[in-house]
């Protein structure tokens, strides 16, 4: 496709007359892809953000385009499942088998069982679960890790082209998190799929996206790669965040040429939140709201 997979223009939006705005003026373009980060910590606007691209959350003020189009001019069921999504409790249904999980949306878009019994096998395999051994199993008979492994085969169950994630690592030990990461980047560059993830977890943000967007009290503070992140912090919001960065990893500053501030992005001089660099988060961030 030509031009962004996603872009979002000076999108605001509130949850209530008198309340602040969760998302002020926020404006960013998504590669076809790509895979931007939106960085911040709870109650930054961040997974309000996300849930504009596939209209879980209709913005006050602004557009949204997924595919070059106006996301209003969308049947919302059909972008949704052109739409992966993953979420930090992954949200599988209990009382159905991982296989029959993975296999929700194509048996809703009408696939023959014996198509959908191909591709659950693929998906399995492919996200590192042996179809054999995992597909009959409940939810409740899984680890924490291998839940989110069926989470990202179900999102990925109709090939769609945009996937996103809300905290998909949010609810794994630090050894299994660090493992998610690994094979997510693996995943990645065998997809080649446009994806949006949210987190608060900045070591994260520097090691899954190609660009991160910061975030803080709604406003989209600064959008460029890690190294420009990290070398040319945009205010002192953004700086605080790369000494939280260097405080874990020893990270140095690599100067890139400039900074890409949010056009509506504006000072924020606030602290980052201790959450922001480790700690939990709920993944629907219902303070924002």
Do not use: C
């Amino acid at each position: 496709m030509s031009g962004p997979a996603v872009e979002l223009r000076n999108v605001s939006k509130r949850f209530g007359v008198s309340a602040r705005p969760v998302m002020d003026h926020v404006s960013f373009r998504v590669e076809p892809g790509e895979t931007v980060v939106l960085l911040g910590s709870s109650g930054a606007g961040k997974t309000t953000t996300l849930r504009t691209i596939n209209r879980l959350v209709e913005p006050d003020e602004g557009e949204v385009e997924v595919e070059g189009r106006e996301i209003r001019s969308w049947d919302p069921i059909r972008l949704r499942r052109r739409t992966g999504y993953v979420i930090q409790d992954v949200g599988l249904l209990p009382h159905l088998s991982v296989a029959e999980n993975v296999e929700l949306v194509p048996k809703l878009e009408g696939w023959s069982p014996e198509r959908r019994n191909e591709r659950v096998r693929e998906l399995l395999a492919f996200v590192g679960l042996a179809p054999e051994r995992f597909a009959h199993k409940r939810p409740r008979e899984l680890s924490g890790g291998e839940r989110q492994r069926v989470g990202v085969a179900r999102a990925l169950a109709v090939d769609p082209p945009l996937l996103l994630m809300d905290e998909p690592f949010g609810a794994l030990d630090a050894v299994n998190r660090r493992r998610m990461q690994d094979e997510f980047l693996e995943m990645k560059q065998k997809l080649r799929k446009t994806i949006v993830i949210v987190t608060h977890d900045v070591p994260e943000a520097m090691k899954l996206g190609d660009r991160i967007g910061v975030m803080h009290a709604g406003k989209l503070l600064q959008i460029g790669p890690p190294a420009e992140i990290l070398g040319r912090p945009a205010d002192d919001f953004v700086a605080e965040l790369v000494r939280l960065v260097e405080a874990s990893s020893g990270a140095r500053r690599a100067p890139p040429p400039r900074a890409e501030p949010s056009a509506h992005g504006g000072g924020g001089g606030a602290r980052p939140h201790s959450s922001t660099s480790e700690g939990s988060e709920p993944s629907d961030e219902r303070g924002e709201h």
